[in-house]
């Protein structure tokens, strides 16, 4: 591993300026997923930005079919995360944070952020301001939150053990997630 793989979580807030939300309380169930994101966020300070462009150029090519996995090894430039966009269609409950009356649905809209680190995965209530890349997006027919956690949990891991920046970095862990996503919804 070389230095390259040393940015932590914080770097990362810093640089891609991180943006808490919030949401109601209303029941998960009730909160449609209306748009899932693949995103690419800055991993770098601007005065590097030439590298983070050398990074795109790197994507290009691993889009062409090259490995990855070869082409990774040193140069990542970008940290690639999902986005997930939400909106409570709860019609009243007596939640805290509701804000359905006079027969408007809540509406609340938060944004949620799944990533892979090397301290492991995280899904948080927000999102990274300064995204670079929209690499692809996806429109679930009929999902909501209670679903969206559900797959989640299933790639969840606590710690980063399995981290690799060559094998298995935030690439392969965000490409993944959003691809069963895109399969079971
Ligand atoms: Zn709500
Ligand atoms: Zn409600």
Redesign the pocket.
């Known amino acids: 591993m070389g230095s390259n793989s040393s940015n932590s979580s914080s770097d990362i807030n810093k640089l891609a300026k991180w943006t808490s939300d919030s949401e ?4 998960d169930t ?1 909160k449609k997923v209306y748009l899932i994101k693949l995103n690419d966020v800055p991993m770098m300070s601007s005065g590097l930005k030439v590298q983070a462009d050398v990074g795109r150029v790197i994507l290009g090519v691993v889009s062409a079919g090259v490995s990855e996995n070869f082409l990774f090894k040193g140069h990542r430039a970008t940290h690639d995360v999902i986005e997930a966009r939400v909106k ?1 269609k ?4 007596m ?1 805290n ?4 009356k006079n027969g408007k649905i ?1 509406g609340s809209n938060p944004y949620y952020t799944l990533e892979y680190t090397k301290s492991g995965s995280s899904m948080k209530i927000g999102y990274y301001s300064k995204t670079l890349y929209e690499d692809e997006e996806y429109r679930p027919t009929n999902m909501n939150l209670n679903n969206l956690k559900e797959i989640y949990n299933l790639y969840e891991e606590v710690d980063g053990r399995n981290y690799s920046l060559s094998n298995f970095n935030c690439k392969d862990w965000a490409k993944k997630v959003y691809n069963r996503i895109k399969n079971d919804y």
Do not use: M, S, V
């Not at 109601?24 to 029941?27: G, Y």
């Not at 944070?97 to 359905?100: I, K, N, P, R, V």
């Open positions: 109601c309380n209303c029941d009730i409570c709860c019609e009243g409950c939640k944070g509701c804000l359905a809540c």
